[in-house]
């Protein structure tokens, strides 16, 4: 055995006898830099699809094994082509009939006649939708309905589908068939869906009509819709399916195993998110790894190739992009960008990155061959030649029609053998900070390259290797020992995706801002309310991060542009941070947040110092929940999906928690009297609170609803930061009622709604006083996580009842999961 390979094998193989991880999460994490790069697997297959971007966007990395001279695809799988049959108005202006106010009964139908309804261009949006394209589409309030009429030539299709933007509810009929309905949810651009095999049969040679309904909820609103073909994928027919043998997550790995004929290959994904060292936490450089051994004892003849699309580096395929192909040292190194390289000008939810350049780079001794090219091309040379066309290097074409690609020599195979890619993204400025352009943290000081990176990368790479293992050591372990095996999986699925759904930058003097990014929500930057869930995960193993998640807010109301006498919600739409964006105020919610956290930092820390910067900010919200928080008025809290609503007794104990935090503050910064006087008051609250909520066996949803009820998840406080504002037979009695509760997926939210968020669940399972009732809360929230038919980066608001997301996905809140981790932390 080499000796390279055998110190990678103790590194690789010599910790995992600590745990085992037997368990498949909906989607599987691949390349997990930050909210733009962030490739995944969706589904259990590595080849059961293209990877995708976690908004479900193809990001297609491809992996292709040679094994004496036969091609096998591990990684990845052919794009399939979506052929345009009925435009949308994003590539050809047309006109339909609309109304927004409710119509007939039968509106839908083909037969009725839309005589008094007006005439408008698509598509179709609320005033405060920020799309370049409302410019010339139509406005609507809050509901609209429209018909439109389109032609068949024929009607042979593979796979008819609608190419829709919906935003929220939408329900869509073709030639008066119902093709698509969709309540509680959304899309955050154009994206193809299932329409009903009636409504495929309603289709005809001539005129059609599609007739919808688009209802927003809150917030922006949009409709436009469009039909599609789906044509099957076409590649080179000599590639073979490598097959599948075992898949393992960790914290920071996502590992495949495969046989490919006579070989035997391990393909690992590693992200080095350490959390103890923010320089590699903010490195923009992933590694793929590949170790391959003989399965017959025989020699075999390997290479690897590994090529990444070029769509990683636009928001839409259509975007031109230009290629760089050199060498730095002992470095290979391509790139990929856009040609327009408009820095920090597109936000949004449903948006991927269009400027910086991706990166794919090897060490020059194990690298065969590397070039550019078409995808199907670069796979055609491999799988004939084992080589690469190097015509066309260099050329400007679209994401969608180019890559970049290695082939790895891995030699003759007989015991052993071990090399890796890097997949790196410098963005060169991240995100706008109140009207300037931040750096990212790894390059805090603007005098650091990614070709410099790059190579720290390729040397140390045995190093941070061996700190990936032992945290992901550590990880599951530190979560199976407070709350068993389902609980530590389900911690180690959250881990890349909550910490990869933040940027961390450089902001004023060098302090780290740990900014997140709303995923399918709304692309909120620095959203409180997001960073309230994802909290504990950064408690426990780097509270300067969730300062860095807090900071920003504190700025916000210091520097005098946010004057409200509450916390701000967020300060901009992803990537730009100039301030709120988000329609409406969460007072009570964001404040109490504020306060809570800071407080739960200063214990963490043993320290009163980030309390004492922010002084007089937190005494502000302290004054305001003072006045609004024990009785809330009608508004939203961090559940707004759910709708306003008064008198909310959860939202009430948030503001309680909030007051008891700020005066355990008071009283370590010497602030004797406030601490007293507050002190007075949180009692006063409590007392008050459990006599108005009180519904007999459990506490209601509000104060004045009896017969209701919901997760009193903010109470875990009380016991973790030794506030004692409740008795404990508050907890306890809440806990008995949500055991009779349950449904097959978890616990629901509360009385109004079947769905929940698995976040919350985690935080009420915490009240539990003993083990069994706390794992008898995670074992559905398992079930729901393992088997949930919808394969996507995990969603944290699902249906309790089916195991079916409602919406979200890729979202950091799911750092909430380590709450019990939390807990055994701060006992």
Known sequence: MPKRWSILYLLIFGLNVCFAQNFQPPAVPLITIDPYTSVWSFGGELTGSPTKHWTGKPNPIDGLIRVDGKTYRFMGAPTAVLKTIVPTAKTESYEAAFITEKPAADWYKESFKATTWKTGSAPFATKDRNDAMLKTGTVFPKEVWYRREFTLDNINFENIGLNIFHDDDASVYINGVLAYECSNCFTGDYETRKISAAAKKALRKGKNIIAAHCKNGAGPGYIDIGLTDELAPKGPDVILNAKQVNFTMKATQSIYEFDAGPIHLTTRFVAPLLMDNLALLSRPVNYIVYDVRSNDGKVHDVQVLTSVSGLLAVHEGSQEVTERKGKDGDLVTLAIGSVDQKILQRKGDDVRIDWGYAYLAANEKSVHIAGLGTPAGLMKNFTEKG???????????????????????????????????????????????????????????????????????????????????????????????????????????????????????????????????????????????????????????????????????????????????????????????????????????????????????????????????????????????????????????????????????????????????????????????????????????????????NDGDHYALTFDKKGTWSQKYNLVWDELLDLNVFPKEVAKKEVNYYLKKQLPFGLPLDSRKTYTKSDWIIWTATLADNQKDFEAFIQPVYHYATTTPDRIPLSDWHETKDGKSVGFRARSVVGGYYMKVLEAKLR
């Open 387 to 693: 080589e690469l066309d190097q015509i066309n290097l260099a050329v400007i074409g679209t994401g969608g029609d180019r890559a970049m690609a290695i082939v790895t020599t891995l030699g003759k195979v007989n015991k052993g053998s071990s090399e890796h890619v890097m997949i790196g993204y410098d963005d060169e400025f991240s995100v706008q900070y109140f009207g300037k352009n931040l750096l990212p943290w790894w390059n805090k000081n603007g005098d650091k390259t990614i070709q410099g990176e790059l190579k720290d990368a390729e040397t140390n790479f045995n190093s941070i290797f061996a700190a990936c293992n032992a945290v992901d050591v550590k990880i599951y372990n530190d979560a199976f020992k407070t709350g068993g095996k389902m609980y530590a999986d389900l911690c180690v699925m959250a881990y890349r995706q909550a910490i990869s759904a933040h940027k961390l930058v450089a902001g004023p003097n060098e302090i780290p801002l740990f900014l997140s990014k709303e995923n399918f929500s709304n692309g909120s930057i620095g959203t409180v309310d997001v960073t309230y869930p994802s909290a504990p995960l950064f408690l426990v193993y780097n509270p300067t991060l969730l300062k860095g998640m807090m900071e920003p807010i504190f700025y916000y109301s210091e520097s005098g542009k946010w004057t409200k006498p509450f916390a701000a919600h967020d300060i901009g739409t992803y990537p730009l941070g100039n301030g709120q964006t988000y329609g409406e105020d969460m007072p009570v919610e964001e404040s109490g947040n504020m306060l809570i956290l800071t407080y739960a930092i200063c214990k963490t820390e043993k320290s009163t110092d980030f309390a004492k910067k922010h002084w007089k900010t937190l005494s502000v919200w302290a004054n305001y929940l003072k006045k609004e928080g024990f009785d809330p008025a009608n508004q939203l809290c961090t559940d707004d999906f759910a709708g306003h609503l008064a008198r909310n007794t959860n939202l009430s104990i948030k503001a309680i928690m909030g007051l008891a935090s700020y005066s355990k503050l008071a009283e370590q910064l010497g602030e004797t009297k406030e601490a007293a006087e507050v002190n007075v008051l949180v009692k006063e609250f409590a007392q008050k609170w459990m006599q108005m909520a």
